[in-house]
């Protein structure tokens, strides 16, 4: 009961205090909107500043809108505003804030220069979008007197293609403090309204680093390198924008960024859908690389005092050439059946629209019309939620977000080649191991020992050892034209086909023209191929189809050469005879020995090979593939022995030495 009386009593006090009146004049926020109206005269006299001059005979204007809506369409250059404010009588810090003006200009107080922005005639370092903030001397804005404030604007000639000029938003008198909050509230809306260019800076900058990441993990598909440049300098471009909304920029440095970014975008992108569509770089191609390389030489004349409206006519025009050729490539792509140009050429056709329509509604005849106003509006604006965006950037992103789906699926698409690739050269690897022989066969008499170093997973060259009757041997070595997959199989083929005719046919040359109309048209390629018999008493009977003849201590043994295997029906293959003597060594080896090529690009030789041809094969083998591989490494060498010596290695012996 004590705590409810005690809650009324408190009640009851506080009820005066709830009824007291506010006072507005005396809370009221000390700034105001200086909308006018304001004096204005074209033209330039000193004497303007000062505030005994008579403007009575001057125009009235707004300050909330270009002059070039109040009458004065299509005037540049200098330019007058006047207006008399009464200063507050407390003694307090004031300043003013001019929001948004599309020109430098220079702001006075009863004649005397406050701060500029920008400058004047005749230098040319006119400003875009400026902002700013400048306090007044105590001793300027007495208080309680009346204080003339007169700015003066400069509008370049060669920037009235714009359509506004002048004071774009009116300026703000009062507390220098609350004009401080004022103007953090404005950038907080800049930040707002170019939230949109904000988030194209993140996405062509996320998309950039996707792109340049895929091509570090892919170095042949030059798509993504281009794809990540050209998303790149679309990053600096939205770079561009979001400082322009915070900072005043010069014109002619503003715009020398502006276009050279975009210009590098665009031959990047241009490379980027030559390259993904497979295309031939033909007119439309060379078009947009024309329109590119004008607008990249056209950047110095802006500094060469040419009249900027006509340069900024025929940027216009440049971009919209460039902007032309993209969708006709990809329509160019669609009619040839390409998929990615399919995804792509509906949101890219829409973007050129889109694009064709902003410019359209910037022709200063279009956009004086209400129509025209419209139009302009609802393209700049779309929508306003979770960000205002415009048409453009909507179609812009959507372009972009398109071409990086295309990239994704290509990616995905690729992996899935590659990991079939690599099951097929799976199989082809153990179909190969199968047919290299494991170990040498005891051939009493010969020593015998071979060396394979395939280059790839998967190699084209192909040897093997096969007893014959009466302790003979047929020895085989040979080289399938390319690499990988084809000529595993061919190999494969090949191998097959040399175990099959051997055990009914003992004669080399029969053996190489019975392979050779066997693999006429199977192989989409050629083999070279050495084949030789060698019997009991060290006779050697050799054909060779292409390959590098034998060596025999280290001298070349002169044999004809004829056409390799799969090359022509009508090949007939020649046997050449010699013999080999008790300790005479024979070395058999594939292109790759003399082919093996340094960091110097200096070969190995044949000289060298045939230095080494007394040496062992795993020495032979190790010296070429340490000198530099670049091809299959097989070496074959035979040495005839008397009939006392029987050691006989495996094959897997002889490899592993030579690895080691």
Not at 402 to 429: G, Q
Not at 483 to 492: D, I
Request: hydrophobic share 50%.
């Amino acid at each position: 009961m004590k705590v409810l009386t005690l809650v009324m009593a408190l009640c009851a006090l506080a009820q005066p205090a709830l009824s007291q009146p506010f006072d507005t004049e005396r809370n009221r926020l000390p700034v105001t909107v200086l909308t006018g109206p304001w004096r204005f005269h074209t033209g330039d006299n000193p004497l303007w500043a000062k505030p005994q001059f008579d403007d009575s005979h001057w125009a009235l204007l707004q300050a909330d809108r270009s002059w070039t809506e109040q009458g004065f369409a299509g005037y540049a250059g200098l330019a007058w505003y006047r207006l008399k404010i009464s200063v507050p009588p407390a003694k307090q810090p004031l300043a003013i804030l001019l929001p948004s003006t599309m020109d430098s200009f220079e702001l006075y107080a009863d004649d005397s220069l406050i701060g500029s922005l920008g400058t004047m005639p005749p230098t040319r370092s006119v400003v875009m979008n400026g902002r700013a903030l400048f306090r007044l001397p105590a001793q300027i804005a007495r208080p309680g007197q009346p204080l003339l404030v007169a700015i003066r604007v400069w509008h370049w000639p060669s920037n009235a293609i714009f359509l506004r000029a002048g004071i774009l938003s009116p300026p703000v008198f009062g507390d220098a403090a609350t004009l401080d909050i004022m103007r953090a509230l404005l950038w907080r809306n800049d930040f707002w309204a170019t939230a949109g260019s904000s988030f194209g800076v993140f996405a062509n900058g996320f998309t950039a680093l996707a792109g340049l990441a895929l091509f570090a993990l892919r170095r042949k598909e030059r798509e993504y390198l281009w794809f990540g440049m050209a998303q790149l300098f679309w990053a600096c471009n939205a770079i561009l924008h979001v400082i322009l909304a915070f900072r005043p920029v010069s014109l002619l440095s503003g715009n020398t960024i502006l276009i050279s970014a975009t210009s590098l975008g665009m031959l990047f992108n241009v490379q980027f859908f030559v390259i993904l569509l497979h295309q031939r770089k033909r007119a439309f191609y060379w078009t947009a690389i024309a329109s590119v390389a004008v607008l990249l030489s056209a950047i110095p004349l802006l500094f060469l005092g040419v009249d900027y409206g006509i340069w900024n006519v025929g940027a216009t025009a440049m971009t919209l050439v460039y902007g032309l050729c993209v969708p006709a490539m990809l329509i160019a792509g669609v009619r040839r059946g390409n998929r990615d140009a399919k995804l792509l050429v509906a949101p890219f056709t829409l973007s050129f629209a889109v694009n064709v329509l902003e410019n359209l509604a910037e022709v200063p005849a279009i956009a004086r019309q209400p129509w025209g106003r419209w139009l302009q509006q609802h393209l700049t604006t779309l929508i306003t939620t979770p960000f205002p965006a415009g048409v453009g950037m909507l179609c812009g992103d959507l372009a972009m977000f398109s071409v990086a789906a295309v990239l994704v699926l290509r990616y995905a698409r690729s992996r899935r080649d590659e990991e079939r690739l690599e099951a097929e050269l799976e199989a082809a690897r153990a179909v190969q191991n199968v047919l290299i022989p494991e170990a040498i066969p005891s051939i009493p008499g010969l020593r015998v020992e071979c060396v394979y170093k395939p280059a790839g997973e998967v190699g084209g060259d192909f040897f093997q050892i096969l007893p014959l009757p009466a302790n003979g041997v047929l020895l085989v070595i040979g080289d399938v034209s390319g690499k990988g997959m084809p000529a595993a199989m061919t190999v494969s083929l090949l191998v097959g086909m040399v175990r099959m005719l051997a055990r009914t046919i003992t004669s080399p040359a029969a053996i190489l023209a019975a392979i050779n109309q066997n693999i006429l048209g199977r192989s989409g390629g050629f083999t070279t191929c050495l084949m030789l018999a060698i019997d009991a008493e060290g006779k050697v009977t050799v054909a060779n189809a292409g390959h590098l003849a034998p060596y025999v201590n280290g001298r070349e043994v002169p044999i004809p050469s004829d056409m390799p295997l799969g090359v022509l029906a009508s090949t007939v293959y020649t046997e050449t005879a010699f013999s080999l003597a008790d300790n005479d060594q024979l070395l058999l080896l594939t292109d790759g020995v003399p082919e093996a090529r340094n960091a110097n690009g200096e070969l190995f030789g044949f000289e060298r090979a045939a230095s080494m041809s007394n040496q062992p094969a795993a020495a032979i083998a190790r010296a070429a593939q340490q000198f530099g591989q670049s091809d299959d490494i097989t070496v074959l060498s035979v040495k005839r022995q008397p009939p006392s010596v029987d050691r006989i290695p495996t094959l897997a012996s002889a490899l592993w030495s030579a690895s080691g």
